[in-house]
């Protein structure tokens, strides 16, 4: 049901056009009429709603179902004339009305006429909203909406209310509306939130400066969207445990290192075909292929990795030939060698060259029919050899 309230304001009136189910609940302020005078009189038809205006006499129109609705005054009479509003005829029952089943063809008893001179007043006037007018074969108005409008009468524009969340609406070359979704959200209409769904275990979400979906996990989770459940796939070789703020600790198996134990202590260790293993003391050792020796065999072994070396006297001890290019090898307390160079080489076995300067001299002479050349390097020191040809 439909019905005018009037309400004292601030020493003036508001006139309300109101409605309600027949129950009485559900009241809805459809529109102030305050603006436009006072309205009494009201009939109400299957869409719209009709009213006297008592100031200047006219017919005003509403839409009930528009969520924007919009007043229209229909036309206007002179002060010497007298119109009223009278409820509009029609066959069919109060709940076909409601639903919105039937047309109200007894509308046009509504078309006004000019009480002065008798004639008709247009039925196309003021009619369309957004769109052109016509009459159909029956007498009725007819709207052609312009693009982007619907409606009876063009007063739906397909934009409005369309996107959601801060959305921008435009119409596309079809005249379909199309929306542009502000950050964090997706969707046609932009109703859908990136983050919704997005960050797993209780994470939290937020749009980054890319527009992107970033979470902010839980303790004991990890992951682009939290879904490393704790410790799970963390630690590499060893045992893992969550902190009391959510950090993940690995405690590494023996021989290896690193943040998650991804780090092997003899990966890499032992040289020249070398095997590596852990001592006693946890710590990398290697056994050496033939021919190198050395803590990690990086040094060329002699007398093909033997321990011994037998002469005619029997067997030499550890410095036997252990010491190169002239070195002066000695054994320590632990009765192993040591080597004290030459001022021309350097290293653990005197195997390292040492050149003070860069010049070197190369003379070239003949040894009993074969050339030999002797290669003099600043510092004095000379190598000899002989070849076949040069």
């Keep these: 049901m439909y019905w005018t309230e009037t309400i004292s304001s601030n020493g003036g009136y508001q006139v309300y056009i109101k409605s309600a189910n027949l129950n009485g609940k559900d009241r809805t302020t459809l529109y102030v009429a305050g603006s436009v005078g006072y309205a009494f009189s009201l009939a109400v038809s299957k869409d719209f709603i009709y009213w006297q205006n008592y100031n200047d006499q006219g017919i005003w ?8 609705p919009e007043a229209r005054k229909l036309y206007s009479v002179s002060s ?51 769109g052109e007018c016509g009459v159909s074969a029956d007498g009725r108005p007819t709207c052609s909406c312009k693009a982007g409008y619907s409606g009876e009468r063009c007063e739906v524009y397909a934009c409005h209310k ?37 960050c797993l275990h209780q994470g939290n979400c937020s749009v980054g400066a890319e ?24 630690c590499l070789r060893g045992n893992c445990s969550v902190g009391a703020e959510g950090g993940l600790t690995c405690s590494c198996e023996t021989g290896y290192s690193g943040a998650r134990c991804e780090v092997n202590a003899c990966q890499g260790y032992c040289l020249n075909g070398g095997v ?21 065999c990086e040094l060329p072994a002699y007398n093909d ?42 290293g653990d076995r005197c195997e390292v060259p040492v050149y003070n300067d860069l010049s070197f001299q190369l003379v070239a002479t003949v040894l009993k029919g074969k050339p030999k050349v002797t290669v003099t390097v600043g510092g004095g020191v000379q190598s000899t050899c002989a070849s076949a040809a040069l």
């Design 162 to 198: 369309h996107c959601s969340n801060g959305g921008v609406c435009s119409l596309n070359e079809e005249n379909k509306p199309v929306c542009q979704c502000t950050a964090g959200y997706v969707g046609e209409r932009c109703d859908v939130s990136m983050c919704k769904d997005y």
């Design 305 to 346: 990795n033997s321990c011994e070396a037998v002469t005619e006297g029997g067997t030499v001890g550890a410095c036997h030939q252990f010491c190169l290019h002239d070195g002066v090898c000695s054994l320590n307390e632990a009765g192993e060698p040591v080597c004290q160079c030459s001022a021309d080489h350097e």
């Design 276 to 296: 590596c293993s852990l001592n006693e003391e946890d710590e990398p050792a290697c056994e050496c292929a033939a021919g190198y020796d050395g803590g990690r």
């Design 211 to 234: 527009s992107l979906p970033n979470c902010s996990c839980a303790a004991g989770y990890s992951g682009e969207r939290c879904e490393v459940a704790g410790c799970r796939d963390y």
């Design 61 to 68: 129109q509403l839409p009930k179902y528009s969520s924007q």
């Design 80 to 130: 010497s004339d007298r119109v009223h509003c009278h409820r509009i005829a029609t066959n069919y029952t109060l709940e076909e009305q409601i639903a919105g089943v039937k047309s109200c063809h007894a509308l046009q008893a509504l078309i006004p006429h000019d009480s002065n001179s008798g004639s008709t007043v247009p039925v196309c006037q003021n009619y369309c909203f957004q």
